[in-house]
């Protein structure tokens, strides 16, 4: 994986107002700098400049680093709808395995509307887990969440403690979920900017990236049910028609006649991965409208830059000890790098050198080295590097620097020869006496 260096962005001022958007507990240094700076300016995020859209809310981000592309009210709550779910498939997948078999108990069966949003599960009818977060995700199924819930916490109460708890660990701190279904309710609400930082983390799961983009989906059948339930996404963006996103790499979208439509969406191009989510349109076509014209707009507008291992090479530090060479620090990377740049900058203008400092120690163990990265001349991140250190035997050096006997006897006769061959060319060159 690329480790992304998203503090370009504001040195160089080529994006300027960007701000990193991130789910809590990154690792990555760059991406901890980065949120440190999101903390610094919390109370006054900047609109960003981006295409208009329809919805009363939205936002873009790169989906590797969370940088803001661009945000229309972001912060502003509105109910989630079905897109609930999204939370919930999220859980289960991380709990459960796929070939898991999971019963509709009867309470269970007590907990949604039957007349809608179900793909018709018989009570005691037991379903693979993962044909059940299939159909919650891709259908907005109420019938195997609630079987689903019911698997991974035992109640829905439980389970909505659950999606709050884990909301919360994400960062996400304008969300608050109230039912595991997406009915709406005014305690149960969200935002564009958190429904981005749940799908950025949710992506991360292959179980769930692969759900999230699979437009067709066949479920076998099962001891209650003889024929295959043919499943097809909800999200028109990733199926033939007019509003058919080829790039898309997942969708999910709801509706509540309180707020209207609400879809998140994930593309990518060119190596560069966004995440789109529009709230608050009027129609289902005008969140697709959105969604296309913000992903039109990151990819037009930004471009990712990849600096492979291979181009950042190594560096070796030899160390001396009364000019024997006792240690080598070698210095690599395991991963590259990328970076989110304006279109309009130069890729082959983004540089990498490796730049050591305390050499002058000659300590294996406090020299360090950095990649120190530039564009266009400017410093606009840098990278800890792996270091090896490979000592010598000092006393090997010593031992194989002594003669041995059979070299000593060559060099013997070589001096007595040497010795001959002077005299005689001494006694050669003394005249005769007369």
């Keep these: 994986m690329m480790k992304k260096l998203i503090c370009m962005l504001a040195a160089l001022g080529v994006l300027t107002g960007f701000t990193p958007l991130m789910a809590e507990g990154e690792t990555e240094t760059t991406e901890e700098t980065a949120e440190e700076n999101t903390e610094e300016t919390e109370e006054a995020k900047p609109e960003i400049t981006g295409p208009d859209i329809q919805g009363v809310s939205s936002i873009l981000i790169d989906a590797a680093s969370g940088t803001v592309l661009a945000r229309k009210d972001s ?3 509105i109910s989630p709808a079905a897109l609930t779910k999204s ?9 459960l ?3 898991q078999l999971v019963t509709m108990s009867s309470d269970a069966f007590q907990t949604y509307d039957h007349s809608s949003g179900v793909i018709w599960i018989m009570e005691e009818e037991s379903v693979p887990a993962i044909d059940l977060e299939y159909a919650s995700l891709m259908q907005n199924a109420n019938d195997t969440m609630a079987m689903l819930a019911e698997a991974v916490s035992g109640t829905p109460e439980a389970f909505v403690a659950k999606m709050n708890s884990t909301a919360a660990e994400l960062g996400m701190v304008n969300t608050q979920y109230s039912n595991i279904f997406g009915v709406y309710d005014e305690g149960h609400y969200t935002c564009a900017e958190d429904l981005a930082i749940l799908t950025r983390k949710a992506m991360r799961d292959t179980s769930f990236s692969r759900i999230y983009g699979t437009p067709a989906y066949r479920i076998a059948p099962t001891a209650l049910q003889s024929n295959e339930r043919l499943l097809a996404a909800n999200c028109e963006m990733l199926r033939s ?3 058919y996103y080829s790039e898309a790499q997942g969708c999910q979208i709801g509706y509540t006649r309180q707020d209207g439509y609400v879809l998140t969406a994930a593309a990518t191009r060119n190596g560069l991965d966004l995440i789109a989510v529009v709230l608050g349109t009027e129609s289902e076509a005008d969140a697709y409208e959105d969604a296309h014209t ?3 707009y990151g990819f037009s507008h ?3 830059v990849e600096i492979t291992p291979e181009a950042i090479g190594t560096k070796t530090v ?12 070698t210095f690599s990377v395991e991963q590259g790098f990328s970076a989110l740049l304006s279109s309009g900058v130069d890729r082959s203008a983004l540089k990498a050198e490796i730049v050591t400092r305390n050499e002058e120690t000659n300590n294996p163990n ?3 080295a950095e990649v120190v990265f530039t564009l266009e001349g400017q410093q606009v991140g840098t990278a800890e590097m792996k270091k090896k250190i490979t000592t010598y035997d000092t006393a090997e050096v010593k031992k194989s620097s002594l003669l041995s006997p059979r070299q000593i006897f060559d060099y013997f006769c070589i001096a007595v020869l040497a010795g001959i061959l002077i005299i005689k060319i001494s006694h050669g060159l003394t005249p005769p006496a007369e």
């Design 366 to 368: 406090l020299i360090e």
């Design 318 to 329: 030899e160390i001396y000890e009364n000019s024997k060479h006792v240690a080598d620090v």
């Design 97 to 99: 395995k796929n070939d």
């Design 75 to 77: 912060a502003r709550h």
């Design 302 to 304: 930004f471009q990712n």
């Design 294 to 296: 913000l992903f039109e």
């Design 241 to 243: 028609g007019a509003d």
């Design 87 to 95: 939370m919930g498939v999220y859980l289960a997948v991380s709990s």
